[in-house]
């Protein structure tokens, strides 16, 4: 079977990755892309692979557990959705990244049960700028607290912040919002916490990755735009 439009979707994404970074004076090699495969199946999420993917993103524990083993190893996995606590011990030994933690409690758990695995997972914490009362993430006030507590744990490193923007029509109306993550994300970094090193900014999905990446993400979670619409 042939999945060449996956191909083409990750040509035209690279380009525009590329031209948004010619935009704001950044380099492309600097841009991670996460490619999102919730509800994409283990072959075309191999297909990917061999077409240049290296990091994927799920956001649902079961299907890290279902696709795991099917997908080709040379593959980085991501944990990019909401996580609940007790679901931790089925992942922390399969990704090395989660970009939602939300709150002290998970971080501990996350790293319990990595220390388990001898192993260290990196973190974003996830911040809610928009203050929407539905989504998940932290408000901005919380997040020195948060940062304290975590940078103490033995086996979660804090490597950024990650943001999911509201969903809108016109992705020029998130603008701002994804501005004001990179003021967050540069004073946090200038605040130097001990063990913390704000390396990534993880915001811009396929709708809105071109404004994102002109604000400052340095890591866009790419789904639709590589596999096609679908319904989640
Ligand atoms: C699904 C998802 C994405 C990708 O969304 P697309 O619009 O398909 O690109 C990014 N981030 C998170 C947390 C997601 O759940």
Same mark, same amino acid.
């Given at each position: 079977?042939?999945?060449s $439009?996956?191909?083409?979707?990750?040509?035209?994404?690279?380009?525009?990755?590329?031209?948004?970074?010619?935009?704001?004076?950044?380099?492309?090699?600097?841009?991670?892309?996460?490619?999102?495969?919730?509800?994409?199946?283990?072959?075309?999420?191999?297909?990917?692979?061999?077409?240049?993917?290296?990091?994927?993103?799920?956001?649902r524990?079961?299907?890290?557990?279902?696709?795991?083993?099917?997908?080709?190893?040379?593959?980085?996995?991501?944990?990019?959705?909401?996580?609940?606590?007790?679901?931790?011990? $089925?992942?922390?030994?399969?990704?090395?990244?989660?970009?939602?933690?939300?709150?002290?409690?998970?971080?501990?758990?996350?790293?319990?049960?990595?220390?388990?695995?001898?192993?260290?997972?990196?973190v974003?914490?996830?911040?809610?700028v928009?203050?929407?009362?539905?989504?998940?993430?932290?408000?901005?006030?919380?997040?020195?607290?948060?940062?304290?507590?975590?940078?103490?744990?033995?086996?979660?490193?804090?490597?950024?912040?990650?943001?999911?923007?509201?969903?809108?029509?016109d992705?020029?109306?998130?603008?701002?919002?994804?501005?004001?993550?990179?003021?967050?994300?540069?004073?946090?970094?200038?605040?130097?916490?001990?063990?913390?090193?704000?390396?990534?900014?993880?915001?811009?999905?396929?709708?809105?990755?071109?404004?994102?990446?002109?604000?400052?993400?340095?890591?866009?979670?790419?789904?639709?735009?590589?596999?096609?619409?679908?319904?989640?």
């Amino acid at each position: 079977m042939s999945f060449s $439009y996956v191909k083409e979707n990750l040509e035209e994404i690279q380009k525009n990755i590329e031209q948004a970074c010619l935009r704001s004076g950044r380099h492309p090699n600097d841009i991670t892309l996460v490619a999102v495969t919730k509800t994409i199946e283990a072959d075309v999420m191999n297909a990917s692979i061999d077409y240049g993917v290296q990091v994927i993103g799920e956001n649902r524990v079961q299907e890290i557990r279902r696709k795991f083993d099917e997908v080709n190893d040379n593959v980085s996995w991501h944990q990019i959705g909401h996580l609940q606590t007790n679901k931790v011990k $089925y992942i922390v030994d399969k990704v090395d990244m989660i970009h939602s933690v939300d709150s002290v409690r998970l971080a501990k758990e996350i790293s319990d049960k990595a220390g388990k695995h001898q192993r260290i997972i990196d973190v974003l914490i996830q911040v809610n700028v928009a203050s929407e009362a539905q989504k998940f993430g932290i408000t901005e006030s919380d997040l020195p607290g948060i940062l304290e507590e975590v940078s103490k744990m033995p086996s979660v490193q804090v490597k950024g912040l990650m943001l999911i923007a509201p969903f809108a029509e016109d992705p020029e109306t998130v603008r701002p919002i994804f501005r004001r993550m990179k003021e967050i994300f540069d004073s946090t970094k200038n605040s130097n916490y001990d063990n913390v090193e704000m390396k990534y900014l993880s915001m811009g999905m396929s709708g809105d990755y071109v404004i994102a990446i002109e604000e400052g993400a340095n890591m866009v979670r790419i789904g639709s735009g590589i596999f096609g619409l679908r319904t989640y």
